[in-house]
């Protein structure tokens, strides 16, 4: 086959951005594979760390370092993936690229997806801009996923580029110190480069693409997203997309150098606390402890629920998020921190579209203040 041969750098949501970046670049209908981590939140795998080949059913195999998700995959319990539903809805298929053998068996599996496409050279997508941390940020939380494609690249020697789409939305590296390392944008995506992730919001939590979709469709401001120190803003520059050459990524990404030639991913925690003083695998290990820890404590104190309807308790909740300045938030946050069940915040939203359209600002939600979101045109 003829293809493009894209990386989403990051966790499961990166394939999103990276679906609209092609789509920007190529065209909708150009062919393309993305490669992705099946790596996701804990509120969708409760298993730390990413997922391996082997922990998929139902995938469609083109060679023996290539897996393609499909609508029909499904990942085996306890493990949980929003991949097979994300092959659905976007048009590039999906392959999934598996971290456990290091930079030596990430190359290995690149070099065979671009003999497979057809490709002489890769387009590697990251929003956020956390590629182009140098390990010493002091919010950056991500950052093994990235440094390992890229030094994974090098190794495979086949002609690559970097694209950072809406710089500092993932709360990682701030806008103000990535601007600096990235030059003049390469484009800026418009609402019509949207257009090709449809109504994926509608049900995957990805945060930092929801915000570069926001952006895309010119909404400027303050927004809250969930676990994140400070609220983001939706910048002129949020919407941007820089292009970096390969080499010069490595110039700026410590842990990529430190990468390079590991053959295990546990090595590779290594190099990451020493780069950064951190390993994200052994933080999610330490999260899901906890977690299983508050849901036993949870079972056994019991409670009665909360007697309010669930639209009572977001009216409640926004008037007091509202208060700080934050101007609209992510589906997820409001879920999430009024523990709303999949049905409750279905119904939820729906009640929101229907009787309050003004608090929708799709994929995000406006809130009730002083200081009303401004929207720009595209």
Request: net charge negative; charged share 20%; hydrophobic share 40%.
């Amino acid at each position: 086959m003829t293809a493009k041969l894209l990386i989403a750098a990051g966790g499961g949501g990166d394939a999103i951005t990276t679906a609209m970046v092609h789509a920007a670049l190529h065209g909708d209908d150009a062919p393309a594979l993305i490669l992705t981590y099946a790596w996701e939140r804990l509120v969708v795998d409760p298993v730390p760390g990413p997922r391996r080949r082997t922990d998929f059913t139902g995938t469609e195999r083109v060679g023996d370092q290539v897996h393609l998700i499909t609508p029909g995959s499904a990942p085996i319990p306890p493990a949980g993936s929003l991949l097979p539903r994300l092959a659905a809805d976007l048009r590039p298929a999906l392959g999934l690229i598996d971290p456990y053998e290091g930079t030596v068996g990430l190359a290995l599996q690149i070099a065979q997806a671009a003999e497979y496409c057809g490709a002489d050279r890769v387009e590697i997508v990251d929003v956020g801009g956390d590629v182009a941390a140098d390990g010493s940020e002091p919010t950056l939380r991500s950052p093994l996923g990235d440094a390992l494609v890229v030094a994974a690249c090098l190794r495979t020697g086949i002609p690559a580029a970097v694209h950072i789409a809406g710089p500092g939305l993932d709360s990682e590296v701030p806008e103000a110190v990535l601007l600096p390392r990235l030059g003049l944008p390469e484009f800026t995506l418009t609402a019509a480069h949207t257009n090709c992730v449809g109504n994926v919001f509608d049900w995957h939590p990805s945060e930092a693409s929801a915000l570069l979709v926001a952006a895309a469709r010119g909404i400027r401001g303050v927004c809250g997203t969930r676990d994140a120190p400070d609220p983001v803003v939706l910048s002129p520059a949020s919407a941007h997309v820089y292009r970096l050459p390969l080499a010069r990524v490595l110039e700026i990404n410590r842990l990529a150098q430190a990468l390079d030639g590991t053959a295990d991913l546990a090595e590779a925690e290594e190099a990451s606390r020493s780069v950064c003083g951190f390993s994200e695998v052994a933080r999610e290990r330490e999260r899901a402890r906890q977690r299983c820890a508050a849901r036993g404590s949870t079972r056994r104190e019991g409670g009665a629920p909360d007697a309010a309807s669930p639209y009572q308790r977001f009216v409640e909740w926004e008037q007091r998020t509202a208060a700080t300045g934050i101007q609209y938030v992510t589906t997820r946050r409001f879920a999430e921190e009024l523990g709303l069940s999949q049905g409750a915040l279905t119904a939820l939203r729906n009640q929101l579209k229907n009787t309050a359209p003004a608090r929708s600002a799709p994929p995000l939600w406006q809130l009730h203040s002083d200081g009303q979101l401004t929207r720009e045109k595209s």
